[in-house]
């Protein structure tokens, strides 16, 4: 790769002494990318800028919060009622959670169906399930920094899980407390780590990049770039093309904050957290009822943790567990179908999640999680074995081979270009 | 490429209406009673607060709720929201008196309000309240419409609810029987029973419209920034259509000599 001449003196000054102003050309400019890529491909940037946007209202709330469990909800209510367009912060910051976790989970299943976890992206893919985990803990805790009812009640469900552990459980779950129950130890502790874990988050996702950079995006095709001709430059084609995507986010998001700021959100954590008062019903947020509904799926306490942890890391050795040598759906005809089950068994978990654990939803709750795992752990690995995948184009440039391909190509090149 | 632009503004468009429309009213179902629907002047993303109607539910609120319900995130101040001048303001808050100190004596003493204080509350604490209300606690009310499931219209309901309890139900001393109340048993007396109050400006007094006047008050004050924050909204939208136009057609500029070849 040439150094690009810089004309700036000062630039070019630095440059030569600090080199960053190359290593952004490289990495956001002329960074070769793939120029079939589809608007599933735009959730990356997304997610970036709802991380930063997470940080920058975290810490403006962060100067008016006070993590006491005397003041914790008060302040917030001061946030939202006396400081200036603090209830804009407030809202941003309560929805974004919740648009970063759709942004997230869309650039999730973007990978699961193009096979983006495949080699040589095997690192690149576990780093992501890494920030899902750390971006998980952080919501959590933030969760139950305005300490309402599900504030309270969530982290004392939650932190309770780990008393399933064998012979130490208990002592650890006092450990997490700080005491005897969720009291303001616990307030403050979390308030420090929800302070820390963004930071955490923003240092993966700089390895997450490092590692895309070494081989570049998947595509809609699943194939490796085969030369110059199937790439082109990264700006300003997909700086233009994120930004596009980022306007629509945007629009979404604001519609959300400004019109139905509390729709995402649960009415309980409006009232003031009361540790002698259970509500009818303690849920947690709408992005933790998939995993919520696979832990009380299992009868047993310590078997429904583990379960829960476990339907984060089947993601974790899913490079080992699908072997097709086909990275995209789109040419893996039986893939393709159990990956819209797939898809339909998390929804119908998440609809689970937010039911009360009794009659046919701890029914139906057992067979969905049942069938996560039979999908990764069996389906999977078999189909690797038996399916017969449809022929492969020989390159993004020409994505068109001689069997069975012969549909529309200039249909399938306009779709793929765009 | 005008059918893609068009395409993917009707989806976006399509995406936001339904955020912005038809999503809210799926919340319904209160917690388990018979909630009835009402069209509220603050609903939807034009929604704005009636100013005449409000400091009628002020006065309803002072009259009837508060000497069993406090608005602790309310001050004095805030009440020009409702459109009284400074003047009234300090009036209003001259009516009620808070405790202040320790003065230079070291003593506690008691004052009349200002603008800056926060309305007082009729309880020193829970347990005060509690031991009042026979064992029930009646909740401050600076959050109600956000604390309930679908709120406006489930303290609508609440307040319009009481009804004689149909033959075999078992009420108990110190419960009254509501049809919006989950359960339908509350210790929370009937406050409102209409034509019992007189209101400035000769506004009607029948229960329904008392109802209207205080669920549209304590809307505001769980929400007073709705206001200004739905105009907001209006103007962000509007400047982020915009640039979804401008930043599809630059794209669609610079991504011209691609599709060509
Ligand atoms: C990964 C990024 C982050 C996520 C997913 C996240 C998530 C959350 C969530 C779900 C809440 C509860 C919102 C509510 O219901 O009120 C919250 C509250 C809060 N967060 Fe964050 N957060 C992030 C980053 C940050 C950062 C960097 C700070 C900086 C200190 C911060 C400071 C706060 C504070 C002070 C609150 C309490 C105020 C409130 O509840 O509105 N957050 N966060």
Redesign the interface.
């Known amino acids: 790769m040439s150094s690009p001449e810089f004309k700036n003196p000062v630039v070019k000054w630095i440059d030569h002494r600090l080199p960053v102003f190359s290593f952004m050309h490289h990495e956001l400019h002329e960074y070769p990318t793939p ?1 079939n890529l589809s608007y599933l491909w735009n959730l990356g940037s997304l997610a970036g800028l709802a991380l930063v946007t997470m940080i920058v209202t975290g810490i403006i709330l962060a100067m008016h919060y006070t993590p006491h469990v005397d003041h914790a909800f ?1 302040s917030v ?1 001061r946030i ?2 006396d400081v200036n367009h603090g ?2 912060i407030r ?1 941003i910051h309560m929805n974004g959670a919740s648009f970063f976790f759709i942004v997230v989970y869309i650039h999730i299943f973007r990978g699961l169906y193009y096979g983006s976890y495949k080699a040589p992206r095997e690192l690149l893919w576990i780093l992501g399930v890494l920030i899902l985990l750390l971006m998980m803990a952080t919501a959590f805790m933030g969760y139950v920094l305005p300490w309402g009812q599900m504030s309270f009640w969530g982290a004392t469900v939650i932190t309770n899980l780990f008393s399933a552990i064998p012979w130490v459980g208990d002592s650890i779950v006092v450990w997490l407390w700080g005491g005897f129950s969720v009291d303001n130890p616990t307030l403050s502790r979390f308030f420090a780590l929800h302070y820390l874990m963004p930071f955490m988050i923003v240092g993966v996702v700089i390895l997450h990049i490092i590692a895309l950079h070494r081989f570049g995006s998947n595509n809609p095709l699943g194939i490796d770039v085969s030369g110059k001709q199937d790439t ?1 430059p990264f700006h ?2 997909y700086t ?2 994120d ?2 995507g ?3 986010f ?3 998001f ?10 995402l959100g649960h ?2 954590n ?2 003031p957290a009361n540790p002698l008062q259970t509500p ?1 019903h303690i849920v947690p947020e709408w992005y933790f009822l998939p995993f919520y509904a696979i832990l009380r799926a299992i009868p047993d306490k310590l078997g429904g943790v583990l379960f829960m942890f476990g339907a984060i890391a089947v993601l974790f050795i899913l490079p080992w567990l699908d072997r097709s040598p086909v990275r995209s759906g789109r040419f893996r005809p039986l893939f393709k179908l159990f990956f819209w089950v797939l898809l339909a068994d998390c929804v119908l978990l998440g609809y689970l999640g937010g039911k009360p654990a009794e009659g046919i939803y701890v029914t139906l709750s057992r067979l969905a999680t049942a069938y996560y795992f039979i999908h990764f752990l069996v389906i999977l690995p078999l189909l690797s074995v038996v399916e017969k995948t449809r022929p492969l184009p020989q390159s993004i ?1 020409m994505p068109v081979t001689g069997a069975g391909m012969s549909a529309a190509p200039a249909a399938k090149r ?1 779709k793929a ?2 | 490429m005008f059918k ?1 632009v068009s395409q ?1 503004i009707c989806a ?1 468009g399509i ?2 209406l339904a ?2 429309g038809g ?2 009213p799926a ?1 319904a179902a209160g ?1 388990g009673g018979d909630i009835v629907e009402h069209d509220w002047t603050f609903d ?2 034009f929604g704005f607060f009636d100013k005449a109607s409000l400091q009628r539910g002020f006065q309803v609120y002072r009259e009837v709720c508060a000497s069993c319900h406090g608005l602790e ?1 309310i001050a004095f101040r ?1 009440f020009s929201d409702l459109g009284y001048s400074e003047a009234e303001i300090k009036a209003i808050a001259a009516e009620y008196d808070v405790t202040d100190g320790p003065n230079e004596e070291g003593e506690m003493f008691t004052r009349a309000a200002i603008p800056a204080d926060r309305v007082p509350s009729p309880y020193a604490n829970e347990n005060a309240a509690r031991a009042f209300n026979g064992g029930a606690y009646p ?1 401050d009310l ?2 109600i419409t ?4 679908n ?1 406006a219209n489930y303290l609508y309901s609440l307040l319009v609810g009481y009804k004689d309890a149909p033959q075999g139900k078992e009420v108990p001393d110190g419960m009254y029987y509501n049809t919006a109340y ?1 359960g339908n048993l509350i210790a929370m007396p009937q406050p409102l029973y209409g034509d019992d109050i007189e209101l400035a400006g000769d506004g009607d007094t029948s229960i329904e419209a008392l109802a209207e006047d205080l669920v549209a008050f304590l809307a505001w004050a ?1 929400e ?2 709705m206001e200004s ?2 105009r ?3 103007a ?2 509007l400047f ?2 915009v ?2 136009f401008v ?2 057609g ?2 669609r500029y ?2 011209a000599d ?2 060509k ?1």
């Open positions: 120029r008060e209510e939202m009622r209830w804009l809202y082109i300003p084609y233009s093309k930004l596009f980022a306007m629509v945007l629009t979404i604001a519609s959300a904050i400004f019109f139905y700021p509390n729709f009415p309980d409006y009232i009818a440039s306009g270009d765009v | 893609r993917i976006g995406a936001v955020s912005m999503m809210a919340m917690a939807g993303p995130y805030n909740p600076s959050l956000k604390a309930r499931p709120g989950s769980a007073p920034e924050r739905k907001t909204g209006i962000v939208m982020l259509f640039m979804c930043s599809y630059s794209m610079i991504w691609i599709k070849k």
